[in-house]
């Protein structure tokens, strides 16, 4: 008779292809998170081109974010049914039209259809919901915050858009700046096809997508990650997005100059990410997320203060980019461990979802409550200090302890 499989076989298979299809994943999610990414670097442009008062510039820098983050919900729940290998290059392919229309609506100056088309560029954001079912199936559960922290580094596609696409549009203009990075997509999503391949430990899950998420959305785990995610992906999110306008709204930076530090902000986040899974699968990622969100609520009142250039407020934004960072690695690593297995993806994709939801409303706040005359988002960063409070006051006190996991009942013998 044929041998089932044993668990040292199934590690064996795992080991094999998890370098490989986390590289491929963190790739893709790099990527199109550039491509999601592409309309805040050149919000200046855009503002000055387009006479934007300061609340259409926060709209305009916000509205990928909003599909970028509903989506989510959807792209997790599919990634459950048609695996990551597909969701990956669907996700690369569809996003690479918008790319270019984005372009052609900014050489048209046209404000009605940059919310348009920015709205679907959201689409590259919805890639996150997929990869963090993709990876947490290739890797055993004591390394799984190592794996979604290694993935969720390719939120560095933010970085990597702050600093190059400015310059490529100094280098290269603008319109070939914006095709360069539709092809990188459809490179990618080539490359994706071709290599990548789901775990074999992942099966499909077939249950029809509505009662999937309905269930996903009854567990508790889900609305508390949802909740911490918010407020520690949010802040990323609402941070590299607006952080080219602050610099140049509070230190009168150019375009180049603020984009190269706000890249300088998404690198310390993105470093801070994985150690924050690796040090969740030692410490737990409670602790992680209490660190992250007590340092967050500190940097607010730091940066509302508005520490002098170049040292002061260089050093206060990338130790709040790495509080961030720390808190995005601990509350997936919470999610991987505490979310059903076969629920992973939906429960992914509603987290995913209500993180970047958390990074499409301060924008619009910061806009809102910015002091001109004083050149000064105090009101804005106290809002946040308050947040980030509330949310350690409910990771340490709001979420009920998981009971340690049972003795692993022993594998029957094996039919002779």
């Keep these: 008779m044929t041998q089932p499989t044993t668990p040292t076989t199934s590690?064996?298979?795992?080991?094999?292809?998890?370098?490989?299809?986390?590289?491929?994943?963190?790739?893709?999610?790099?990527?199109?998170?550039?491509?999601?990414?592409?309309?805040?670097?050149?919000?200046?442009?855009?503002?000055?081109?387009m006479g934007l008062s300061a609340t259409q510039k926060s709209v305009l820098v916000a509205m990928p974010v909003l599909v970028g983050s509903?989506?989510?919900?959807?792209?997790?729940?599919?990634?459950?049914?048609?695996?990551?290998?597909?969701?990956?290059?669907?996700?690369?392919?569809?996003?690479?039209?918008?790319?270019?229309?984005?372009?052609?609506?900014?050489?048209?100056?046209?404000?009605?259809?940059?919310?348009?088309?920015?709205?679907?560029?959201?689409?590259?954001?919805?890639t996150f919901a997929v990869g963090i079912p993709f990876v947490n199936a290739w890797y055993e559960a004591d390394r799984r915050g190592f794996a979604t922290g290694i993935f969720g580094a390719g939120m560095g596609g933010t970085a990597l858009s702050a600093f190059f696409t400015p310059r490529f549009v100094n280098w290269f203009g603008y319109t070939v700046t914006h095709v360069i990075i539709a092809v990188a997509l459809v490179v990618v999503a080539l490359l994706v096809w071709s290599a990548m391949r789901d775990s074999p430990a992942w099966?499909?899950?077939?249950?029809?997508?509505?009662?999937?998420?309905?269930?996903?959305?009854?567990?508790?785990?889900?609305?508390?990650?949802?909740?911490?995610?918010?407020?520690?992906?949010?802040?990323?999110?609402?941070?590299?997005?607006?952080?080219?306008?602050?610099?140049?709204?509070?230190?009168?930076?150019?375009?180049?100059?603020?984009?190269t530090r706000t890249a300088g902000f998404a690198i310390a986040a993105v470093i801070a990410r994985p150690i924050g899974g690796v040090l969740s699968d030692r410490v737990g990622p409670r602790?992680?997320?209490?660190?992250?969100?007590?340092?967050?609520?500190?940097?607010?009142?730091?940066?509302?203060?508005?520490p002098k250039p170049e040292?002061?407020?260089?050093?206060?934004?990338?130790?709040?980019?790495?509080?961030l960072g720390l808190g995005t690695g601990?509350?997936?690593?919470?999610?991987?461990?505490?979310?059903?297995?076969?629920?992973?993806?939906?429960?992914?994709?509603?987290v995913g979802a209500a993180g970047g939801l958390g990074g499409f409303f301060p924008p619009l706040v910061m806009g809102a409550t910015y002091n001109e005359q004083d050149h000064s988002y105090t009101i804005g960063l106290s809002l946040l200090c308050i947040v980030a409070l509330i949310a350690l006051v409910f990771t340490l006190f709001g979420i009920r302890r998981q009971p340690a996991p049972a003795a692993p009942t022993p594998e029957p013998s094996a039919p002779v």
């Design 11 to 49: 590690a064996v298979d795992l080991r094999q292809g998890q370098v490989k299809n986390l590289a491929l994943a963190t790739l893709a999610f790099a990527i199109s998170f550039w491509a999601w990414n592409m309309i805040a670097p050149l919000a200046v442009r855009y503002t000055e081109a």
């Design 70 to 126: 509903l989506g989510r919900i959807i792209s997790g729940a599919l990634t459950d049914r048609f695996g990551g290998r597909l969701m990956f290059t669907v996700l690369l392919l569809v996003t690479t039209p918008f790319v270019l229309l984005v372009a052609l609506a900014g050489n048209q100056n046209s404000f009605g259809l940059m919310l348009l088309f920015g709205f679907f560029l959201g689409i590259g954001g919805t």
């Design 203 to 259: 099966r499909p899950n077939t249950d029809a997508v509505v009662p999937k998420l309905a269930a996903a959305a009854r567990l508790p785990i889900t609305w508390q990650m949802s909740f911490l995610y918010a407020v520690a992906f949010g802040g990323f999110v609402a941070f590299s997005t607006y952080l080219p306008t602050y610099l140049k709204d509070v230190y009168n930076f150019d375009l180049t100059g603020a984009g």
């Design 287 to 306: 602790t992680i997320a209490a660190t992250s969100f007590a340092g967050a609520a500190v940097m607010a009142v730091v940066l509302a203060l508005q």
């Design 311 to 323: 040292i002061p407020a260089g050093t206060s934004f990338v130790v709040m980019a790495a509080f």
């Design 330 to 350: 601990g509350v997936f690593a919470w999610v991987a461990t505490t979310a059903p297995k076969e629920r992973v993806g939906s429960v992914a994709g509603i």
